[in-house]
């Protein structure tokens, strides 16, 4: 069975840095996707990143891009967002996803998580 586990999120000051990560279960980024996605307070939630494999990566935030990297583990079960320089814009819900490709199909959500920036 396809699932994903989101941990690693709270409460961190501006300028700060924050690691949150994906661990997937039933199958490994060579086969599926896992792509991030965020939700801010009142907004409708998008997409951030996504990884296949481990160096096929898409942004789709450009607001976060050149703060926050992509990285994976040996085993491609576990993927890491490194959240450096931290703003207040970056506040929402965190969720990842596995997918059948990073523009694909979604199989299976996480539940989120909650990331603050505040001070």
């Known amino acids: 069975q396809v699932q994903v586990v989101e941990s690693g999120g709270g409460l961190v000051q501006p300028g700060e840095s924050l690691t949150v990560s994906c661990a997937a279960s039933?199958?490994?980024?060579?086969?599926?996707?896992i792509a991030w996605f965020r939700r801010a307070p009142g907004k409708e939630r998008e997409p951030v990143i996504c990884i296949k494999g481990t160096s096929d990566i898409t942004w789709y935030l450009e607001a976060v891009r050149g703060r926050f990297t992509l990285s994976s583990d040996d085993a491609k079960t576990t993927v890491f967002l490194q959240m450096n320089r931290l703003k207040r814009e970056d506040t929402g819900v965190y969720t990842c996803a596995a997918r059948t490709a990073c523009g694909g199909i979604a199989l299976s959500w996480g539940q989120g998580i909650q990331v603050t920036v505040s001070s």
């Open positions: 039933g199958f490994t980024l060579d086969d599926y996707a």
